[in-house]
């Protein structure tokens, strides 16, 4: 893997820009322990943007990143805070940054989009991208159509940029797989759900870690599919599905996923994760993690060779 010198990082390691709880707390951590943390723009204002950035690098000194969502109808304000910010890594999801390809060259950002199909690469290169994040199906919150072990190599087929393997990546196991098949680094969520330094509400990590993977569901197939855990808001989501509009569907999820990681409501809030969410026993530092993953992937790399 060689992430780490794309990056100026320790670990091969992403963390996901989750709405909500991906904020200047966990993100410096992350930073700080030697993986890319990552300030999830999702969810903030501006201001709140600016803040969060200004409160990392209060935190420490390492590289971050900021993730973006072009669908925003305020994306042009949140690019204002980045580039006055001088942030100098973006990973970019649900929408092109055409408009802003330019100004990012310009300023020397490294630009990181989410794929979830190789169709999506053809899109972006002449974009001149850094790299890419392969986000398979496994993950949660809105996802693809392809699973993380096919999307990966035909990524990896479709671009000479490096592949940032994401989707159900919860141990050193899945890390050492995902370089077999191409990738140079890996994109975690899930797994920061359950440390110390998430920022979730008590109740959402709770219900976490009595979850497997049979508890998890997919809502908005007929528009854009949804991974998270079952409770009353997704059987009611469904119930709606047969009869409502797109409209009317895309309406009653507003609101909900800060319902579920602020206030708790772990009933009628989206409690977004992905299928590995059975494989996390326990609440524990953002260091000790990605420790423990990189030690379990050193160990199945090393059982390899030796194998062989």
């Known amino acids: 893997m060689n992430l780490e010198k794309l990056l100026g990082i320790k670990y091969p390691i992403i963390q996901g820009g989750m709405a909500h709880i991906a904020t200047s707390e966990l993100a410096a951590a992350v930073s700080e322990a030697g993986g890319l943390g990552v300030i999830g723009s999702g969810g903030m204002s501006a201001e709140d943007l600016r803040d969060n950035i200004r409160d990392l690098r209060a935190k420490t000194k390492k590289p971050f990143a900021v993730n973006l969502m072009m669908l925003r109808p305020d994306t042009d304000d949140l690019v204002k805070v980045i580039l006055e910010e001088d942030v100098k890594i973006l990973t970019i999801g649900a929408g092109s940054y055409g408009k802003y390809a330019d100004i990012f060259k310009e300023k020397e950002i490294k630009v990181i989009p989410v794929i979830a199909s190789p169709v999506q690469i053809k899109r972006y290169?002449?974009?001149?991208?850094?790299?890419?994040?392969?986000?398979?199906?496994?993950?949660?919150?809105?996802?693809?159509?392809?699973?993380?072990?096919?999307?990966?190599?035909?990524?990896?087929?479709?671009?000479?940029?490096?592949?940032?393997?994401?989707?159900?990546?919860?141990?050193?196991?899945?890390?050492?797989?995902?370089?077999?098949?191409?990738?140079?680094?890996?994109?975690?969520?899930?797994?920061?759900?359950?440390?110390?330094?998430?920022?979730?509400?008590?109740?959402?990590?709770?219900?976490?870690?009595?979850?497997?993977?049979?508890?998890?569901?997919?809502?908005?197939?007929?528009?854009?599919?949804?991974?998270?855990?079952?409770?009353?808001?997704?059987?009611?989501?469904?119930?709606?599905?047969?009869?409502?509009?797109?409209?009317?569907?895309?309406?009653?999820?507003?609101?909900?996923?800060?319902?579920?990681?602020?206030?708790?409501?772990?009933?009628?809030?989206?409690?977004?994760?992905?299928?590995?969410?059975?494989?996390?026993?326990?609440?524990?530092?953002?260091?000790?993690?990605?420790?423990?993953?990189?030690?379990?992937?050193?160990?199945?790399?090393?059982?390899?060779?030796n194998q062989g």
């Open 125 to 305: 290169e002449d974009y001149n991208p850094t790299a890419y994040i392969a986000e398979g199906m496994e993950a949660g919150g809105h996802i693809g159509q392809m699973t993380t072990i096919t999307l990966i190599p035909e990524a990896v087929n479709a671009t000479d940029r490096p592949i940032i393997a994401a989707g159900g990546i919860a141990s050193g196991r899945e890390i050492f797989a995902a370089e077999i098949l191409g990738a140079s680094g890996v994109q975690i969520g899930t797994g920061f759900l359950f440390t110390e330094e998430c920022p979730a509400h008590e109740n959402y990590k709770n219900i976490l870690l009595k979850s497997t993977s049979s508890k998890v569901t997919v809502i908005g197939n007929n528009n854009v599919p949804m991974r998270l855990l079952k409770n009353k808001m997704t059987r009611d989501y469904k119930n709606l599905e047969k009869s409502n509009s797109l409209e009317e569907l895309e309406y009653f999820t507003i609101g909900r996923l800060r319902k579920a990681v602020k206030e708790g409501d772990v009933v009628e809030g989206s409690v977004m994760t992905g299928l590995d969410v059975g494989r996390f026993n326990e609440i524990v530092p953002v260091k000790e993690f990605i420790e423990r993953i990189f030690r379990e992937y050193d160990e199945v790399k090393n059982g390899y060779k």
